[in-house]
């Protein structure tokens, strides 16, 4: 190459280094911003509300008295509920995929399932739990005798289990998979059957990893916000059974932040929105954590 | 040996391989009945006037979804023209820095973002940018939504980059090629059949989200192409629909929900094709 | 491949080529994206949000003045509470809101905002009974169905106002506003008129600390509600009831008579001296045949009509609408079951825009 082309690529060189840095950057930048966002718009509610703004169960918006306790036990009710509901599933599926069925036709028809169930949309969820799902609880709930609303904590949290098990089945997959083959063969050898191999084999052994799985499923159902607004009931009292209607800390700022008047009003949805936003992102890292740990073991 | 104890172990090993099997083919179901559904109650309501016509005001008959199918597309564009460009370089800045402090916190903002809750994007969309612009707009909708498109991007990239060997890298280089060319003219085009993927899945993933959108892009009954106005998008659309008490808003509503879920299968189905048949072998 | 093939193609020299071709596609892309924003592409649109209350009428009149003058006024119902809000952002042209706003939110506005009534209505309540049956409501009744106090439709409460009515054992399930609302700022200002223990424990508001119930997005939602729950009872606004062929209960006003809510009593309601800037309440009205939980429902904007930029012209169609709507879009109101606005209505909403002005100067001659 000549002199000048070589000294364009070293520029371009430059260039090409600076834009790379610069995109990181951005990315960094963009979420220290995020964070200090949310809490800069939060600091009336905290300075005026500050710890009792977690126990206190009055949403009162005509008083100025504001207290996410209601939604705090809204999310952890259908976040718990939903969990419960899918681990059985998640782990089927994964068990099925990695023991029983590894190749051919219907393990892949299986995977194609299980990927588009991650891929529907929420608010496609929510309009069919409106009208398939809430109507089934409805006629339940008249045979049992409670109030029969139809919404509420419990049809959130079915719809929810059913939105979170891809993911939770994907990761118990993967670290299922992980399982190195030896020590299976050794149970084997020794004359194990299969559910023994997996029940106090593989599961105890992918034990940490299917609990990060468990912990990222957790943090997507935390932050899923239309498929519950359209099926929990909306209602900010505390909820006092399953079958009440509530409201998930998600679902309480779809529904008032248009309409949020005062500053209060809005620093209070806001510093909701800073709550949750916090704690998915110590789930997800944790979940993460563990994940990267049992890979690098594995 | 024990003949008792070998049976009961026997039972315990099938009824278990049977309880995975059913409990694994029920989590079908649920998919199963929805597109049933979708599909039992939206496909009659599809026609060419659904698809080209705007809707009719509160309680009429008849209109269709023209604008919130445009406008989902002029969202998705927005999205995309930002976060194409920066997660590619993001992710290639990964792929080529393994170790360091700024690899570090951008994997971890990465990881962050991805798990942000949507609704938590659209409060930061409302205070940056309707704010800043004074109303709603189908930028800020879009911004909200590329944000939540940079994740995946960054991530499918570094790792399609980093499964494409060395020796091409380092035989490019050989060859007295410039690092930045090597990597935007050898590396970049060997892995596009992985990035391709990840725009596309991250194209499907936002097509449907809402939240971000409720105070945002705030919706339209007009057909809308300005990006600096309010617009109308399918999952909105939906939203509203479904939670009104009209028949024919819910008929509507199942048809754009045909529609959505549609090109979001769509997406997906192509972003596979596209691995099996673009991967460049080494 | 790839590779090889690109790497002839810039042997052939075509680099340069190819850069212009990527900057032009580059550029075509932004500029047809950015052509339509461009101000002299743009017609002028008005932007409103608020209340759903009239969203029925805003949606047929807006639908039909844009077919009149080509002039595209996007309305979002919010709900009131958004449309005051965004109004005082100063995000949106309109708000929208069936509850006037108070001494305390005018302080917190940046400028002075005014009130165009521009229909009535009537919050009625509506109700989910096998064989539609028609209720009669005391005051006292709604407050404790409301309260809470009462838990099924069997009670001797609601057989004692309606003894000809077999009502079934079943429990009620209320339901209200989960967003901010001028209906329920209407419901709940008649309930707190007529009932001292709501006054102390809930009071009056756009959204309020409901003490039982279900919650649903605008009136819409909480229409659907009631309309799939077996039980349920709620306030909604009169038309969407009718649209969806939901049964209204008819309710005793101050003079003791039973109304059935309808275009004639809410107009009757209206029936007493209106105040310059029409911010009245007209629930729990004097009026002898007027149905008690009646209202004005009004569009607000700013009276300086020069902030933030805005041009004469927008401020100009904004003020054409207002006319408008309280004049030649009055005939809708009736088609939809709304009440029109009486004739001193009119009268001091032609005041209230005339009094609107772009940099000091008077828009409507």
Request: charged letters at 15%; proline letters at 5%; a positive charge.
């Amino acid at each position: 190459m000549g002199s000048a082309q070589r000294v364009s690529a070293q520029g371009g060189e430059g260039v090409f280094q600076k834009t790379l840095l610069l995109s990181a950057l951005a990315i960094v930048v963009l979420l220290a911003a995020i964070f200090l966002s949310l809490f800069l718009h939060s600091v009336p509610s905290l300075r005026d509300f500050g710890f009792s703004f977690l126990v206190n169960k009055t949403w009162n918006p005509v008083s100025r008295e504001f207290g996410a306790l209601s939604f705090l036990v809204g999310t952890l009710l259908t976040s718990c509920l939903s969990l419960i509901i899918c681990l059985p599933f998640s782990l089927a599926i994964s068990i099925f995929l990695g023991e029983y069925c590894i190749e051919g036709l219907l393990s892949s028809f299986l995977k194609n399932v299980t990927e588009l169930l991650a891929g529907i949309p929420s608010v496609i969820y929510g309009f069919w739990g409106l009208f398939v799902l809430v109507p089934v609880m409805r006629k339940l709930e008249m045979k049992l005798g409670v109030a029969p609303y139809g919404v509420g904590i419990i049809t959130a949290s079915l719809i929810l289990s059913v939105m979170i098990v891809p993911y939770a089945a994907s990761i118990a997959r993967e670290v299922i998979s992980l399982v190195p083959s030896d020590i299976k063969e050794a149970a084997y050898s020794l004359g194990a059957t299969k559910q023994e191999v997996i029940t106090r084999i593989i599961l105890p052994y992918a034990r940490s990893g299917i609990l990060a799985g468990i912990l990222l499923a957790l943090g997507r159902a935390l932050g899923e916000t239309m498929a519950v607004t359209m099926v929990i009931g909306n209602s900010n009292l505390l909820p006092q059974s399953i079958f009440s209607p509530g409201n998930t800390m998600a679902s309480v700022i779809a529904n008032e932040f248009t309409e949020a008047t005062g500053r209060i009003y809005l620093s209070s949805l806001i510093e909701i929105g800073l709550l949750l936003f916090l704690v998915t992102t110590v789930i997800n890292i944790i979940g993460k954590m563990i994940i990267s740990r049992v890979s690098v073991e594995a | 040996m024990d003949r008792e104890r070998i049976k009961m172990r026997v039972v315990k090993d099938r009824g278990f391989e049977v309880m995975v099997i059913l409990l694994s083919l029920f989590s079908m179901v649920p998919l199963v009945l929805i597109l049933f559904y979708i599909l039992r109650n939206g496909f009659s309501a599809i026609s060419w006037e659904f698809l080209t016509e705007l809707p009719r005001p509160v309680g009429e008959e008849g209109g269709g979804i023209a604008n919130a199918i445009v406008g989902s597309f002029l969202l998705v564009f927005v999205a995309s023209l930002p976060a194409i460009p920066i997660g590619i370089t993001a992710g290639v800045y990964l792929s080529e820095n393994q170790k360091g402090k700024l690899p570090y916190l951008l994997r971890l903002a990465v990881e962050v973002l991805q798990g942000t809750p949507s609704i938590v994007i659209g409060i930061i969309a409302y205070l940056w940018l309707v704010i800043a612009m004074g109303g709603f707009s189908a930028v800020s909708g879009g911004i909200a939504l590329g944000i939540m498109m940079l994740p995946v991007i960054v991530r499918t990239t570094e790792e399609t980059l980093r499964l494409i060997p060395d020796t091409l890298k380092e035989a490019s280089l050989a060859l007295g090629v410039p690092y930045y060319r090597t990597i935007v003219k050898v590396v970049i085009p060997a892995g596009l059949s992985g990035i391709t993927t990840g725009i596309l899945i991250s194209v499907a993933r936002i097509a449907g989200e809402t939240a971000p959108l409720l105070f945002t892009a705030f919706g339209n009954p007009f057909m809308n192409v300005n990006i600096i106005k309010p617009v109308n998008a399918l999952p909105l659309l939906i939203y509203n629909y479904a939670t009104s008490p009209y028949p024919e808003w819910h008929r509507i509503a199942w048809g754009a929900s045909c529609i959505l879920v549609g090109l979001v299968l769509l997406l997906n189905l192509v972003a596979r094709i596209i691995v099996g048949r673009w991967k460049v072998q080494f | 491949m790839v590779v090889t093939l690109r790497a002839r193609k810039l042997r052939r020299g075509g680099r340069i080529r190819w850069a212009m071709k990527s900057i032009f596609a580059v550029l075509s892309v932004i500029i047809s994206l950015l052509l339509p924003s461009l101000p002299w592409a743009r017609g002028v649109e008005l932007l409103g949000a608020g209340a759903t209350f009239p969203y029925p009428l805003y949606s047929k009149m807006f639908y039909e003045y844009w077919q009149l003058t080509g002039v595209k006024v996007n309305y979002q119902a919010i709900g009131s509470g958004g449309g005051i809000r965004q109004l005082v952002n100063m995000t949106v042209d309109f708000g929208g809101s069936d509850a006037f706003m108070s001494d305390e939110e005018f302080a917190k506005a940046p400028a002075k905002i005014l009130h165009i009534p521009t229909c009535l209505g009537a919050v009625v309540l509506s109700y989910n009974l096998p064989g539609d049956p028609k209720l009669k409501f005391t005051p006292e009744l709604v407050a404790s169905i409301f309260l809470g106090k009462i838990a099924r439709w069997s009670d001797e409460k609601i057989a004692k106002v309606n003894p000809e009515v077999n009502l079934p054992n079943i429990p009620i399930a209320v339901v209200h506003r989960s967003d901010g609302s001028g209906t329920t700022f209407v419901f709940t200002d008649y309930v707190s008129k007529v009932n001292p223990e709501w006054k102390s424990k809930v009071g009056r508001g756009k959204a309020v600390n409901w003490p039982v119930g279900l919650g649903a997005k605008g009136n819409p939602g909480v229409a659907g509600l009631i309309k799939q729950l077996p039980g349920a009872i709620g306030y909604i606004e009169l038309v969407y009831a009718l649209q969806n062929r939901m049964p209204v209960a008819s309710i005793r006003n101050k003079k003791a008579r039973f109304v059935q809510p309808g275009a004639a009593s809410t107009r009757s309601a209206a029936d007493i001296p209106l105040p310059g800037d029409t911010r009245i309440s007209l629930t729990d009205t004097d009026a002898p045949e007027g149905y008690p939980i009646s209202s004005f429902t009004w569009l607000l904007v700013y009276q300086e009509q020069a902030y933030k930029k805005r041009s004469m012209e927008k401020a100009r169609e904004l003020v054409k609408l207002l006319w408008w709507m309280t004049h030649e879009a009055q005939r809708y109101a009736g088609e939809l079951h709304y009440g029109g606005l009486p004739e001193e209505a009119v009268e001091k909403a032609e005041k209230v825009v005339r009094s609107i002005t772009y940099n000091g100067t008077l828009i409507h001659k």
